[in-house]
């Protein structure tokens, strides 16, 4: 079983940055799949960065990964309105993927 729970999120106005971060409850040192998802309002949840990052986030959005504090990191630049929605953490210990609680980001002025 691996709790997932992110933090970081908020209102943020175009332009800006926000560090997300994803703690586990469990060693991530022989995770290799983790990554982030999102869900904006009305659409499907899509991939954000795992070890790829999605076309629209490219340049703005860097993971990475601290192993000593278990924790997965989202640094998200230069934020607009279309990056709104609330985002996932996820990771894959086969046979089975665990998903955090998301955390609200919502990018306004």
């Known amino acids: 079983q691996v709790q997932l729970v992110e933090s970081g999120g908020g209102l943020v106005q175009p332009g800006g940055s926000l560090r997300l971060s994803c703690a586990a409850s469990?060693?991530?040192?022989?995770?290799?799949?983790m990554g982030w998802y999102r869900q904006g309002p009305g659409n499907q949840r899509e991939l954000v960065a795992t070890?790829?990052?999605?076309?629209s986030v490219k340049d703005r959005f860097t993971i990475s990964r601290d192993e000593s504090k278990n924790t997965l990191y989202l640094q998200m630049n230069s934020l607009q309105p279309e990056d709104t929605g609330v985002y996932y953490c996820?990771?894959?210990?086969?046979?089975?993927?665990?998903w955090g609680q998301g955390t609200q980001v919502t990018v306004s002025s």
């Open positions: 469990v060693s991530i040192f022989s995770i290799n799949a």
């Open positions: 996820y990771s894959e210990v086969p046979p089975y993927d665990y």
């Open positions: 070890i790829n990052y999605a076309d």
